[in-house]
């Protein structure tokens, strides 16, 4: 292969693994805007029909106010107006991205068809042209290896950090079916141990060089991949159940997939279609991944203290969960727990204020609701107001 032709092809594919990287990432961004956006109208919908003089507090975005129902109203309608204008832009940039990569595509085939007459003109003979391509043609297999050779040398923790994932996977299948590993409970352990290895390989590439001060230590709880370290380190010493390592395959699975198109994309366009597909079916359900591994760790809440009283776990296991799913309802990146908490809510508030709905049953649910908002990390919102106070 002609050496411009083929630093054209490297740059082109390299180009493609970034674009499309940040494709999936603007993907990802607009569904967390549009739930965002959903999120306002119910709140708006439900503050609609009280009284105009009542103060409520109402969710604002990822805080909570405290106002008279026309100001949140209005904020709100501002909310909404400021989260169409991300998605359009969201949309902007993506349209921008695969506009740039059909504009580099169609240059890179002008040039091959300009190398191609090149190649004619010098030789005069189209028959020693097609000889040359039969010689190449078995140069193409070993051209894709080295291509995802040198993706792998020059990105060594991100393939660590796939091959981790791909083993918890591996692990997770072994504990449901037993016949894959042989020792069921040695598989569900190695499973929490491999998502340990994903999270702190994660959080060495998050964090800046260590620093023994407050700030560096505030900065690590704030990252995801220290939260589901804690997450393993909890129930390394928990009897086995299936849901608690529920959350952590889902998300094993989900950015599995990812670098595994980007491996691909590496072999070349056409390469392992059925993978493709099964990775595409993966990322048109990110959303209902991320809510249902939400859900899971929301419910492995009550399970631990199931735990306890039958002796499956220790006393300090619910208590320290309790301040992991703390983490997690404050996640900066991972709005998912801190949203389905708000749908439960909902449906919890709507059942309780059903006509149908026995007066205990009411008083129990109303209770447990507020119960579990008190128990919610404080917004910053709630401590500017206790400032103030």
């Known amino acids: 292969m002609d050496l411009e032709l ?22 990802i961004k607009t569904e967390g ?13 439900h503050i609609s029909v009280l009284d105009p003089s009542t103060k409520v507090y109402a969710s604002v975005g990822r805080m909570y106010v405290l106002d008279d129902i026309p100001s949140l109203t209005e904020q709100l309608k501002s909310k909404q107006s400021s989260y169409e204008e ?49 010689d190449q043609q078995p140069q193409r297999p070993a051209s ?100 608690i390592i529920f959350p952590v395959v889902l998300f094993a699975v989900l950015h599995s997939t990812s670098y595994s198109l980007t491996l691909l994309d590496t072999l070349g366009q056409n390469s392992w279609w059925g993978a493709r597909l099964l990775i595409s079916l993966v990322e048109f359900q990110t959303r209902n991944i991320l809510r249902l591994a939400a859900f899971s760790e929301i419910f492995i809440m009550p399970i631990t203290v199931l735990f306890v009283f039958s002796g499956k776990a220790g006393l300090m296991t619910p208590l320290v969960y309790y301040q992991f799913l703390v983490l997690r309802y404050s996640s900066r990146r991972n709005p998912y727990t801190r949203n389905m908490f708000y749908e439960m ?12 709905t026995p007066p205990l049953l009411r008083k129990a649910l109303q209770g447990g609701i507020g119960f579990i908002s008190r128990l919610a990390p404080p917004t910053q919102v709630q401590q500017q107001q206790q400032q103030q106070q």
């Open 86 to 134: 991300m998605i359009a832009q969201c949309e902007k940039n993506k349209d921008f991205l695969i506009k740039n990569l059909k504009e580099q595509e169609e240059s890179l085939r002008e040039l091959v068809q300009q190398k191609k007459a090149e190649t004619t003109e010098t030789n005069g003979k189209p028959a020693e042209m097609s000889d040359q391509q039969r």
């Open 144 to 243: 894709a290896i080295e291509a995802l050779t040198a993706h792998v040398k020059a990105n060594k923790l991100d393939t660590t950090l796939w091959a981790s994932r791909v083993l918890t996977i591996y692990f997770a299948l072994g504990y449901v079916l037993p016949f894959l590993y042989g020792n069921p409970i040695n598989a569900y352990y190695k499973v929490l141990m491999a998502n340990a290895a994903t999270s702190a390989i994660r959080l060495h590439q998050r964090l800046p060089p260590f620093q023994l001060s407050r700030a560096y230590l505030q900065q690590t709880l704030l990252e995801d991949s220290c939260h589901y370290l804690f997450f393993s380190l909890i129930f390394l010493y928990v009897q086995p159940m299936l849901l």
């Open 33 to 45: 805007l549009k739930l965002s956006k959903q999120r306002a109208e119910v709140t708006n919908k």
């Open 6 to 27: 083929k630093k054209a092809f490297t740059e082109m594919q390299m180009n493609k693994i970034e674009s499309t990287k940040k494709i999936r990432l603007l993907d």
């Open 345 to 356: 809510r909902l449906v919890a508030e709507n059942f309780a204020n059903g006509t149908s």
